[in-house]
C-alpha cells in the first residue's frame, strides 16, 4: 500500500499536476485498485498452511538471499549472532556518542533555504526535499548462501530517513548518465562477453578489487 501510495504521489508531482488533476488521479487509483480482482493463487492449500505456520513461528527469520533470488530460513538466534559478529568490526563500525540526525537535519534545512533564496530550486522542490521524517535508517543482513557459514552482507535500509528524499532527487539527475561510458557493465553476463575478447599476455594476469568506501561524519 505504501509503495502504491508513493507512486501516485511521484507521478503527481513529476507531471506538474495541480490540485484538481491530483484528485482525479488518486481517484481513478484507487478506483482501478478496488475494481482489480486478485490472482487466482498458485500454491496449494497445504502450502499455503505451511506458510502460515512459518510465519507464526518467532524463532524463524524467512529472509531473501544475497545472489541467486532464494529463499533463506534462518533461526533467529544465529541472525542475530551474525549480526552482532558484523558490527563488532571496530574497523568498519563504530558507536556514537549521540544521535546526530538533529544536526544534519539542520544542516540540511538551511542548505535548501540557501538554494530556493539563489532560485536554484523551485518552492514545490524545496517543499518535497524538505525532511519532515527523520527515521533513523534501519540495519539488516542478507545471507550469503554461496560462501561457508552463510556471513551476512549489510543493507541499510533508508526509506524515511532524513536524506532519502534528496537522494531520490539526485539519484534522478544522474541516472541518466548511467551507462554512457565503455566501462560500464550491464550484467554478469555482458561482462563475460567483454572478458571473453581480453588476450592476456603471458607476464599478465587478470585481477578484481573491491571498493571501500569511509564516510567520515563529524559529530
Do not use: W
Not at 491530483?22 to 490472482?39: E, G, W
Not at 538533529?102 to 524538505?130: E, F, G, N
Not at 552463510?150 to 537522494?167: F, K, Q
Amino acid at each position: 500500500m505504501v509503495d502504491f501510495i508513493t507512486g501516485i504521489e511521484s507521478a503527481c508531482y513529476r507531471v506538474g499536476a495541480g490540485e484538481d488533476q491530483s484528485a482525479r488521479l488518486r481517484f481513478d487509483c484507487v478506483d482501478i485498485l478496488k475494481n482489480a480482482k486478485p490472482p487466482s493463487s498458485n500454491i496449494s492449500k497445504e502450502e499455503r498452511s505451511a506458510l502460515r505456520d512459518l510465519k507464526a513461528d518467532d524463532s524463524v527469520l524467512i529472509v531473501p538471499s544475497d545472489k541467486g533470488r532464494a529463499t533463506v530460513l534462518l533461526n533467529k538466534t544465529a541472525y542475530q549472532e551474525k549480526a552482532k559478529d558484523l558490527l563488532s568490526d571496530s574497523k568498519t563500525y563504530q558507536p556514537l556518542p549521540k544521535d546526530p540526525t538533529p544536526k544534519y537535519k539542520s544542516q540540511l534545512i538551511s542548505l535548501l533555504q540557501s538554494l530556493c533564496d539563489q532560485d536554484a530550486i523551485s518552492q514545490a522542490t524545496y517543499r518535497h526535499l524538505y525532511p519532515t521524517t527523520c527515521d533513523i535508517p534501519k540495519l539488516y543482513g542478507l545471507p550469503k548462501v554461496h560462501k561457508d557459514a552463510c556471513p551476512l552482507r549489510p543493507i541499510l535500509a533508508c526509506r524515511g530517513s532524513l536524506m532519502y528524499n534528496t537522494a531520490k532527487f539526485v539519484a534522478d539527475i544522474i541516472s541518466p548518465l548511467i551507462g554512457c561510458t565503455e566501462r560500464h557493465l550491464n550484467n554478469s553476463q555482458d561482462l563475460v562477453q567483454k572478458l571473453s575478447r581480453v588476450i592476456l599476455q603471458p607476464d599478465e594476469c587478470l585481477v578484481s578489487y573491491d571498493v571501500i568506501c569511509i564516510l567520515y561524519f563529524d559529530v
